[in-house]
């Protein structure tokens, strides 16, 4: 009854080890494939980061993901981006942007940038465009949903 | 309506062109008395008769003009303004196009929408010898929906096409009509460009035998 007991207690912990193991497994995959790469971006976003993926960022991200929603669909005749340099090149022309991202990461398959969604510099993803890997579809989060207060003074250098 | 929409018909899009456009018989008529109503910057949806507004608080809102419709700040950027007179159209029957525009050449990394003062002779050097900021500021710009000051510099702009004429909802600009409306409607409402690289700016050279520095690509 007693080893009964100790395998019913083990499971749990176990099922709990292996999927933690899938997980860091799927995180080592996705850091393995991430783009995130010290590149000096060009023209309207040369001012914008590509920063690595660290746990403030990481929580940072999480965080706004459930504030996300569809804001644009891009027609088929045009690439999707693979790489977050051509996320950012996907971003700037097809939206109008009147200050650049702060910052861009890949987190698990998808490019966040932050900021671009107001003339101020955002580096803190409390506003921003999210793009998934290999697809057209553009996501975007504002500070509340809806009403977008003013965030900060406009930004000296378009 | 003129004809079969084209289109989702949203109660806003179906009041705007037909309270606007009353007795037009002909696809031009139609879409220039629907703009008219554009023309004075108050723009309200039915729903909650809200005034529209482009970039109200340096917010950018909404992209598209389903989003502009819904949200509850009805705060959105040109491509939602746009959008919106696009779709007003298409309402009615009638194809336009919205429009990207964006400089032609890779050392152009910016529009800078009038208006800008270009303080001579520039801090810098270059292609772009106006440093923004120093020497190349920006001025109370042109009038927005809902907003007298707009942001004063962009990555591109987006206005609709039809037939052959430019209109610009997001501001209180007329349309622009006829052959050169490439270059006529770049001289319109850009003073100037930011730089791809650097701080620098340059004006917008207005002479009349130069081309258009601006492309203009069919964006829906």
Known sequence: ?????????????????????????????????????????????????????????????ASVVPRMRKVREVGETVGAPQTIEEATDFLRKHVSMAFPPAVCTEREGVFYFSGG????????????????KGQRTIYSWDKVVGDAGKEGDRGSRP | MLSNPLTTVY????????????????????????????????????????????????????????????????????????????DCSSVQGINADRIRVMPISIFDGSVLVKNWQFIDPPSGS??????IGTDAMPQQGIPGQGNANPPPAFNGHWIV?????????????????????DKAYEDSAFAGYGASFGSGARGNDVSTNT?????YTVDN
């Open chain 2, 11 to 86: 109660h806003t899009l179906a009041h705007l062109g037909c309270e606007n456009a009353q007795g037009e018989t002909t696809e031009s008529g139609t879409v220039d008395a629907i703009y008219d109503e554009f023309t004075d910057r108050v723009v309200r949806r039915v729903s909650d008769n809200k005034q529209m507004t482009y970039w109200h608080n340096d917010q950018m809102g909404a992209i598209e003009a389903s989003e502009l419709l819904e949200r509850t700040d009805a705060n959105g950027n040109c491509q939602s303004w746009s959008g919106l007179l696009r």
């Open chain 1, 1 to 61: 009854m007693k080893k009964m007991h100790t395998v019913i207690m083990i499971m749990p912990l176990f099922a709990v080890v292996m999927a933690l193991a899938t997980e860091e497994g799927n995180k080592a995959d996705s850091v393995k494939n991430s783009t995130n790469r010290a590149v000096q971006l060009e023209g309207f976003t040369r001012s914008t980061q590509v920063i690595s993926l660290d746990q403030s960022t990481e929580a940072k991200i």
């Open chain 2, 126 to 131: 270059g292609s772009h010898p106006y440093i």
């Open chain 2, 161 to 181: 096409r039809y037939d052959d004429s430019y209109y610009d909802p997001s501001y209180d600009v007329a349309k622009i009509t006829g052959s050169d409306k």
């Open chain 1, 117 to 132: 969604r107001s003339a101020s510099r955002i580096k803190d993803f409390s506003s921003g465009f999210a793009i998934v």
């Open chain 2, 211 to 215: 081309t258009s520095e601006v492309s």
